[in-house]
Nanobody, 124 residues
Framework: VQLQASGGGLVQAGDSLRLSCAAS????????IGWFRQAPGKEREFVAA????????YYADSVKGRFTISRDNDRNTVYLQMSGLKPEDTAVYSC??????????????????WGQGTLVTVSS
């Protein structure tokens, strides 16, 4: 599967933004998808994930209550709706996929497929 993240941009603190992760290939519905981000000078970190079978969702504490992950299997797309954005949310956001994965979705090493990122910049 190939992944392409999009939807990033420059916004002000408090604004909302929706990122998309579009996948090519078959059997998209069988992939669990995770969003990760990497801020300048920092390591990549987990943001959110959604499992393939039950649609279970997982969030980093730093985004819980502000970000929502969802998927549209008919469109082969996973979304990350971000609201109440803060300057500390500034990062390159990337999506990743793992077929049939249900466990450890917060771990980067769970995922075998990664897409290019999209830059989100939040000004204060």
């Amino acid at each position: 599967v190939q992944l392409q993240a999009s939807g990033g941009g420059l916004v002000q603190a408090g604004d909302s933004l929706r990122l998309s992760c579009a996948a090519s290939g078959r059997a998209f519905s069988r992939y669990s998808i995770g969003w990760f981000r990497q801020a300048p000078g920092k390591e990549r970190e987990f943001v959110a994930a959604i499992s393939w079978s039950r649609g279970s969702t997982y969030y980093a504490d730093s985004v819980k209550g502000r970000f929502t992950i969802s998927r549209d299997n008919d469109r082969n797309t996973v979304y990350l709706q971000m609201s109440g954005l803060k300057p500390e949310d500034t990062a390159v956001y990337s999506c990743a996929a793992e077929i049939g994965g249900e466990k450890h979705l917060i771990w980067q090493r769970t995922y075998n497929y990664w897409g290019q990122g999209t830059l989100v910049t939040v000004s204060s």
